[in-house]
Nanobody, 123 residues
Framework: QVQLVESGGGLVQAGDSLRLTCAASGRTFSPYAMGWFRRAPGKEREFVAAITWNGGRTSYADSVKGLFTISRDKARNTMLLQMNSLKPEDTAVYYC????????????????WGQGTQVTVSS
């Protein structure tokens, strides 16, 4: 079984930065892809960013491109999401996810999910 635990969320002001961490335990994740998704109040969960097992390929939602950076540390079984210049519309519960596929951005393709961490950005 795989366990994913997110941390690093909180309440910040517009323009601030946050770094989310996803700690993985259980079976090895190599060579599987991982990703971040988020659910804003009253909206469907949406894709934020994804990364391959070796970090060689990344992809971002248009809304966060150039502002957020996804990375992973295979040795520590962790994945990070550096979020800069946060906006009130970034307020959401952020979820870490892992897939048995080599690469995907599709939510339905992800097999394992964390419980989520709340990010609130005030204006």
């Amino acid at each position: 079984q795989v366990q994913l635990v997110e941390s690093g969320g909180g309440l910040v002001q517009a323009g601030d930065s946050l770094r989310l961490t996803c700690a993985a335990s259980g079976r090895t994740f190599s060579p599987y892809a991982m990703g971040w998704f988020r659910r804003a109040p009253g909206k469907e969960r949406e894709f934020v960013a994804a990364i391959t097992w070796n970090g060689g390929r990344t992809s971002y939602a248009d809304s966060v491109k150039g502002l957020f950076t996804i990375s992973r540390d295979k040795a520590r079984n962790t994945m990070l999401l550096q979020m800069n210049s946060l906006k009130p519309e970034d307020t959401a519960v952020y979820y870490c996810a892992a897939t048995t596929r080599l690469w995907t951005r599709t939510e339905e393709d992800y097999d394992y999910w964390g419980q989520g961490t709340q990010v609130t950005v005030s204006s």
